[in-house]
């Protein structure tokens, strides 16, 4: 470790210059998205991320870029050229061994000397368990704001900040956070938040490679083994094409099967309500919303759910969304594309009925 | 060994109200409880020290009445509480409320090391998961997120094995003391304190310390200046500018209900017939 490097591990807070000390912050420039690879494959959420930051760098006129740290393995490379695919027009790329596997440490350092050589304006990262943990501790070495788990990212045109907007706790509340003063502004979106850019096949661009500085040695914490999850943890939730979900209005547990009836005929997946979850109706890997899963179905269903905020933003990226609820005022036909007043109880079998008899009215005529 | 947990002290969200008017959070007479992600990390803490020997020390930053969320700490085994309370944290971000947590702890420590640091995974009212990470780099301390099991701690040695949630599966980690730890939701279930310490907890007075207590000399960086993040805006999210399509029921069966949705669905929507059963 240089001289130059051990200080700032020393002091992290004093890294970020701010406006009110007379920084010049002008000289952040460009919008960086955190590329998240891990054991040979990108999280997707880093190509989402790359299609919303597209629109934030042409809104600045400024250019879009993908951060890719890993180890000096060909998935590496690969992960660059998938990111000129959907979008990047550079790549800022760090490789060695030492970044072989997520480590909080040398990951941190890495990205925090590519922000202090390059100085981008905006960065953005997925908020999963690597990009909340990396998030988490890069924010503090560069003593700038962080806005996690953002539903909604824009450029307020007066003081050409990201405008990030995110639930608030509590009740059906958005807000809205600025970093005015400090440079990145940093924040984290949450898996299929955004929606998919489309991906330009043998699109490439310029790679801008820097060296790790972290040597092994330094590196105090070790990775002693992996232990992947089966399949049947691996909820595929979050990426499925039909979903079909209940709430606290279907009553008791044994009702929720009227739920998986439906969903299974669809050939979907289902889910469920915080309520649902919490009370162990069903797995909590099925919980759909802000503290569950992000979903964007071609098709949502929801049965007896009242569509508070912390639900909403977690199935508004669905293309149909049809609500049956008893109650006319529920806030969930605020956002339904089509909407049934009805007992859930009753329309739920009768929709497994009527599409069952469509289905096989379309087999039986092919 | 010597742990310090972290806990905050949130309103209980499920009997928070919007006004309608006002579009404000309604905090007036909603109860507080003790964030549920830090009971996670508390037991555990505890466990150690019962396995291992030592103390847990809590400590919040907060008004006041935190005293109560420390005061139950307390009550189901910990050993020490402090508060820490001043006007200069008000209006703190997650920056400022880790450098604030992070410093107390340094002080903490000048008296009896600290082995080792416990935070929620998130809270429930700030929900960003910052303020561990925050801590530790501000500390020096290795940081292990998401933590789902800890394996064995070696005091002697100085080490630590855990198993740590990540995408597609766990990492078996291996670090050195000192080390800060958030817990996974439902990794253990919290303890029911004992008829002594519940006794001890009623009596027990909670230390308040404010920022100098803490050994915070400049206050920069402390409550509303420092925290970068600026709140702007707080708003209700609007309705979607086409309204859903109610299907009428009046006078019909659920399948007759069923029958028209799914009309009217595939009529708008006419690729979705082909998606569907596949
Ligand atoms: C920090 C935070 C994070 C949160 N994260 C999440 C999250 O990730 N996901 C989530 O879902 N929630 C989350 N919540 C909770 C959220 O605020 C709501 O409390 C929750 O979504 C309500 O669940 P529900 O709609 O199932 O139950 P309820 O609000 O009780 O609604 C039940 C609905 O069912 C209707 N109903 C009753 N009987 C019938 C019937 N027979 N047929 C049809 N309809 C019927 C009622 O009219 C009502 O609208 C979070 C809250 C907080 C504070
Ligand atoms: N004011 C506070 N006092 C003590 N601990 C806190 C405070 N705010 C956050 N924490 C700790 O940091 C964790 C993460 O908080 P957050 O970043 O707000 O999601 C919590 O679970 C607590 O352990």
């Known amino acids: ?366 | 060994m010597h742990i310090v947990v972290c806990i905050k002290q949130v309103p209980d969200s499920a009997q928070i109200r919007v006004h309608p008017v006002t579009n404000t959070i309604m905090r007036q007479g909603v109860p507080t409880i003790i964030n549920p992600y830090d009971l996670f990390s508390l037991e555990e803490a505890l466990r150690l020290r019962d396995q291992l020997g030592g103390k847990v020390t809590v400590i919040t930053m907060g008004p006041k009445m935190a005293i109560e969320a420390l005061k139950k700490c307390i009550s189901y085994g910990a050993d020490d509480a402090i508060l820490l309370t001043d006007k200069v944290f008000a209006g703190s971000d997650t920056l400022a409320t880790s450098f604030a947590l992070a410093s107390t702890i340094a002080k903490i420590g000048e008296t009896t090391p600290v082995d080792m640091v416990f935070c929620g995974k998130q809270t429930i009212d700030g929900d960003t998961a910052q303020v561990g990470p925050g801590i530790a780099r501000r500390l020096h301390m290795q940081q292990l997120t998401y933590v789902a099991q800890v394996e064995k701690v070696d005091l002697d040695k100085g080490e630590i094995v855990v198993h740590r949630r990540s995408e597609g599966g766990v990492q078996v980690l291996a670090t050195k003391l000192p080390c800060l730890v958030t817990m996974l939701e439902g990794s253990n279930v919290m303890r029911y304190g004992s008829m002594d310490d519940l006794f001890r907890a009623a009596r027990y007075e909670v230390a308040e310390w404010d920022h100098k207590a803490a050994g915070i000399t400049v206050t920069a960086q402390c409550g509303l200046k420092g925290s970068p993040t600026v709140v702007k805006k707080v708003f209700a999210p609007p309705a979607r500018a086409v309204k859903a399509e109610m299907i009428k029921t009046e006078g019909k069966t659920p399948r007759e209900v069923a029958d028209a949705l799914l009309t009217s669905v595939f009529a708008k929507h006419p690729k979705l017939e082909m998606e569907i059963g596949q």
């Open chain 1, 1 to 366: 470790m240089s001289a130059e490097d051990q200080d700032q591990e020393q002091t992290p807070v004093a890294a970020a210059p701010r406006r009110g000390d007379g920084a010049d912050l002008s000289v952040y420039h460009g919008v960086w998205v955190f590329v998240e690879l891990e054991r040979g494959k990108v999280h997707p959420v880093s190509w989402e991320l790359l299609g919303e930051g597209r629109k934030l760098a042409t809104h600045l006129g400024v250019p879009l870029s993908g951060v890719v740290l890993g180890p000096d393995q060909p998935a590496t490379q690969e992960a660059c050229d998938h990111a000129f695919e959907y979008g990047a027009d550079s790549v800022y790329l760090m490789r060695g061994p030492v970044l072989t596997d997520y480590r909080t440490d040398p990951y941190t350092a890495g990205l925090t000397d590519l922000v202090n050589t390059f100085k981008p304006e905006i960065m953005l990262l997925g908020a999963s368990t690597l990009g909340r943990d990396l998030a988490g501790a890069l924010a503090t070495t560069l003593a700038t704001g962080l806005t996690a788990d953002c539903t909604e990212l824009r450029i307020d045109d007066e003081t050409r900040s990201l405008a990030a907007t995110r639930p608030t706790f509590g009740g059906s509340l958005l807000c809205t956070i600025h970093t005015l003063e400090y440079r990145p502004q940093m924040a984290t979106v949450r898996p299929r938040v955004m929606a998919m850019p489309d991906r330009v096949p043998g699109k490439r661009g310029q790679i801008i490679e820097h060296q790790p500085k972290m040597p092994e040695e330094d590196v105090i914490t070790k990775i002693l083994s992996f232990i992947p999850d089966s399949d049947a943890e691996k909820a595929q939730l979050a990426y499925a094409d039909i979903v079909v979900a209940g709430g606290r209005g279907l009553g008791k547990p044994e009702n929720f099967k009227l739920v998986q009836d439906l969903a299974a005929v669809l050939g979907g997946d289902y889910g469920g309500s915080r309520p649902v979850t919490h009370a162990g109706w069903i797995s909590a890997d099925r919980q759909i919303g802000q503290t569950g899963k992000t979903i964007r179905p071609k098709l949502y269903i929801a049965a007896g759910i009242s569509g508070a905020i912390q639900h909403r933003v977690g199935v508004e990226g669905a293309d149909v969304i049809i609500a049956i609820n008893s109650d006319p005022n529920a806030p969930i036909f605020d956002f339904a594309t089509f909407g049934i007043v009805g007992d859930a109880l009753q329309i739920l079998p009768a929709l497994t009925e009527a599409l069952q008899e469509r289905l096989a009215a379309r087999k039986a005529a092919q």
